[in-house]
């Protein structure tokens, strides 16, 4: 039995580090190296995590309960237990009932698959949500966006301002989670998250102004040797006040298809996606894109912010799951690489021998702008391979392509086969193609997967 001010001598600095969960106390020095989440699990030591995992859900699961029993010391004094967290989540936003939630809280969640390919461009209701924290509630007239240069002068602007004194531009663009079809490469070999399968993406006309233009206007020398990266930081903040933040390197930013998007599909952005200002980085995952846009800077350095420095990095396949993540031995994630799926018909569909065929459709993406050159579609294990039509962004060139790739077509079901697999995979512009398995590709936090996509059939006589 343990008083709090016991486990409160055993924070951050000392040599043995100790958090409480309920009623519970632990030594996780010793998990620390292997924790996900990189050192954020130190923010906690010497008090309790249950601030913490009220705002990060996903780790009430049996697994990970199972993982912090391991390093159970002791109990906590019943005086000391910290009193049930209020719901942080209480004023999230409704959410329409056919997305596929993968986590309540924060909210995740995929679109369906069946509808995914029905609109060139995603409907904002069925638009994939990737959420770290808990939405913020902005009033759009109250809002402001910062803009800092390397010196610490501001520029200061409301919405308004935004809109009014800048040209607009509307572009085409790609939303994916890094962790999109994560699902998949855990079907490999374990790895660590959200298990997203094969929809954490989605496609929406963005309006806004350009970020060289707000730059421009803040005094900032885009050419300037010095300047190396531009940070990004939103509304969203976790219970320390640190906002959810990323940064793309200035060559990035410097490009016309980078905006400060204020609609999305037409109409002001709604609350899940970034209301009333997200930036949009086309051709970069989406970890990139801030949503709740509150300031920006610009840097000789990358940003310091968690998400950029210790997560949404992929490891190599010699990093197992339990090693220490040395995170500073892999750059971030910017550009993604080539990405196809098959979004109908769905796993383990029953088809009749006699319809002769199946309908298929789906999509295909690269990042950094690469158009699709070629879908390819085959039923026999790789042998043999059909290219597909597809549906493009007619206002967009193959090396400028930051809208996605849409195909449809039909295959022949093979004769005397009880079942078989639908195998999709893709090309871009530089003609970079998928591995044909994740091999290679594994990674011990499951991002960036893009093997083959596979679809079993059952097929009925």
Known sequence: MYKQEEVKKHGKDAERIWVTYKDGVYDVTDFIPMHPGGDKILLAAGAAVDPFWALYSQHKTEEVLEILEGYRIGRLDVKDVPKAEPDAFSNDPERHPALLVRNAKPFNAESPPSLLTDHFYTPNELFFVRNHLPVPDIKTEDHRLTVETLNGKTLDLSVDELKKKYKSYTIGSVIQCAGNRRADMNQYKKVQGLM???TAISNAEWTGVRLRDLLADAGIDIFDDKIKHVHFEGSDVDPTGTPYGASIPIEKARGNEVIVAYHMNGVDIPRDHGAPLRVIVPGNVGARQVKWLRKIIVSEKESDSHWQQK?????????????????????????????????????????????????????AWSGGGRGIIRIEISVDGGETWSS?????????????????????????????????????????????????????????RGLIHNAWHRIPIIVKD
């Open 388 to 444: 597909c039509e597809m549906e493009q962004e007619e206002k967009q060139d193959l090396e400028h392509m930051y809208a996605w790739t849409l195909f449809r077509t039909e295959v022949k079901i093979p004769p005397g086969v009880k079942e078989f697999n639908i195998i999709a995979k893709a090309v871009d512009r530089s003609y970079n193609t998928q591995p044909e398995t994740a091999s290679g590709i594994w990674n011990v």
């Open 311 to 363: 997560d949404y990095r992929a490891f190599s396949p010699a990093v197992n799951m339990g090693d220490e993540l040395k995170w500073d031995t892999v750059p971030s994630i910017q550009e993604y690489p080539v990405q196809c799926a098959i979004c109908t018909p769905s796993p383990n569909t029953k088809v009749d021998r006699d319809d002769g065929t199946v309908d298929i459709s789906g999509y």
């Open 196 to 198: 997203w399968e094969g």
